[in-house]
């Protein structure tokens, strides 16, 4: 009797496409190298003694004390008024965004994860993307954008962000590529914001709440 065939599913099992083998491999070796480079996982890591450190970087880009500090600065100048105010919109846009891909998504955070970070919500226990390099980015392009700073500022702004970024897959929290996507995002979502950017005239309500 000829044999039943296969259910398209399990085909696809057995002959997996070119994408498909390549995206494995990409997935496999972000899981690899992200364990790797988790040198600051826990105490007895590589680099145990210096997680304390990379825990007070890691609260540098936690969005409570950005969101906190952003709403109790107060100014004079409607200018820096109207910078504060839209800052302060990009960071709410940041956290809603990220919550839904994380919902959306819900990628596991590394095995080597320990959850002892600082604040968390329900969809913290997912990785992708990485909501720090996503507000790391946009900060640092508002930042660069919206205040006159001198050169070494300005540097010390980049490589801020920078360290965030990279410190996140030091001590466990994410993979590189929750990392990577979520610079990415930032990047792209400080352009929604000046796309977006609420001033005297496209909003009054708010300004004469602020």
């Given amino acids: 009797a000829a044999a039943a065939p296969l259910p398209e599913e399990d085909c696809m099992k057995l002959n997996p496409s070119f994408l498909g083998i390549a995206l494995s491999s990409l997935l496999a070796i972000d899981l690899w190298a992200s ?3 988790g040198v600051c ?7 145990g003694s210096a997680r304390p450190l990379m825990k007070v970087i ?6 409570i004390p950005w969101l906190l500090s952003t709403f109790c600065l107060k100014s004079d100048s409607s200018a820096a008024r109207e910078v504060l105010l839209n ?4 960071l709410l846009l940041d956290l809603v965004l990220v919550a839904v891909v994380k919902g959306l998504v819900k990628r596991r955070r590394p095995t080597h994860n320990k959850m002892d970070m600082f604040v968390t919500i329900s969809v913290d ?16 392009r508002f930042v660069l954008r919206h205040l006159v700073l001198a050169v070494p500022l300005r540097v010390l702004v980049v490589l801020w962000a920078l360290i965030v970024s990279v410190s996140r897959v030091m001590l ?8 990577l996507f979520g610079l990415l995002l930032g990047y792209a979502l400080y352009s929604v914001v000046e796309y977006c950017w609420l001033s005297p005239l496209s909003a009054p309500a708010l300004f004469a709440l602020w």
Avoid: I, Q
């Fill in 35 to 37: 364990k790797r480079l």
């Fill in 58 to 63: 890691e609260v540098s880009g936690h969005g």
């Fill in 125 to 140: 226990k997912y990785s992708f993307p990485s909501g720090h390099a996503t507000r790391a980015a946009l900060v640092c």
């Fill in 172 to 179: 466990g929290r994410h993979n590189m590529t929750d990392v």
């Fill in 41 to 47: 996982a826990g105490e007895n890591s590589a680099w």
């Fill in 87 to 90: 800052l302060l919109f990009a």
